[in-house]
DNA sequence: AAGTAATGTCAACAAAGCTGACATATTATG
DNA sequence: CATAATATGTCAGCTTTGTTGACATTACTT
């Protein structure tokens, strides 16, 4: 609102330590809500948070190679082996072998994948319609913004990447 | 952005799936940024997460009992227990009986507890500090907005309450 | 042909959640 | 006062999801 300029002077007045802590608090609360409607899903069908996430992030980089998935989601192979496993063995996830480089396997989810996906997203997102139309258009720049400015910078790299493939 | 009015209608034209998913993946990627400071410090201790989260909300809400944090940290009493039994034993937590309900123990940093709180988060504050001057001052307030409204009612008064006790 | 890369798998372990059962004080209530 | 409810602690066992380390297979690169 006020100048939009890069003052870094300025700012730094208004953070103080209970700020500070009350911004780290609300990320505690808030993960907890935007969590909460997959996990009441998942519960029910013997899937858990990580499966949910290689759903997500599969639907987003359809053919997406397993080191790929990896890197995104910043695991050990070992760990996301298990969950795919059974994302495959239940018909969610496909694994076909690549043309080009033949060591390499593409995902894709399933038509029954894919349904899965819309349900959580569905309620995913329905939270994040609700608190996004609740605090207002310009909250929810601000709210990005921020959230990007936490980031890794590899995480961040990762997050714009998939933003340029598919917006 | 555009307006700056809480025009309801308008607003729904900006919430496409599409951008309903990013904030979705932000929330995502910020909250391994946000977690990823604190927890280089625990794996040196022998400490995780839940001994961090016991220590921060035992620092915010000094002598509070055992059924409160519980509250707070939405885990069963085993769970927590199993974090606070080390915490006592290693020092960092004290456990004194109620004068008024001597079935209530209240808890409260040690010294050594409160030097480990500090350096947690020091850490975690100087994340948020650069994330937020990053994004500017209004930014801030947006993304605050909007992490309220994300979260359950429940945890919005548990978050509410908390900030009126100690701003 | 030898080395590297991508994937999969086995085994063992740890953190942190859960349920259920049960014990001990202490307080509240009929 | 006797009984019920509350606050806390603890044991045992189980689940999910992460970790290391080792090793195999296939395919690509040099």
Redesign the pocket.
């Known amino acids: 609102m006020t100048t939009g300029m890069p003052n870094g002077g300025q700012n730094l007045l208004f953070l103080t330590d209970e700020q500070l802590r009350k911004g780290i608090e609300a990320m505690f609360f808030a993960y907890r809500g935007f969590t909460a409607d997959p996990d009441r899903i ?1 519960s029910d069908k ?8 290689a759903i997500h992030f599969i639907h987003r980089n359809p053919g997406t ?4 998935l ?1 890197a995104i ?13 059974t994302l495959i063995a239940d018909g969610l996830v496909s ?1 076909t ?2 043309k ?6 593409h995902l894709h989810l399933t038509e029954t994948g894919a349904a899965l996906e819309r349900a959580l997203s569905d309620a995913q997102r329905n939270r994040m319609r609700g608190a996004y139309s609740a605090a207002g258009p310009e909250a929810v720049a601000g709210f990005r913004a921020v959230l990007e400015a936490m980031m890794d910078d590899d995480m961040r790299r990762q997050f714009l990447a998939m933003k340029d493939k598919q917006t």
């Open positions: 998942l013997a899937y858990g948070r990580a499966h949910h996430r190679t397993v080191n790929n990896l989601l910043g695991v050990t192979k070992q760990s996301l082996n298990r969950v795919l496993r694994n072998i690549g080009v480089d033949k060591r390499e396997r």
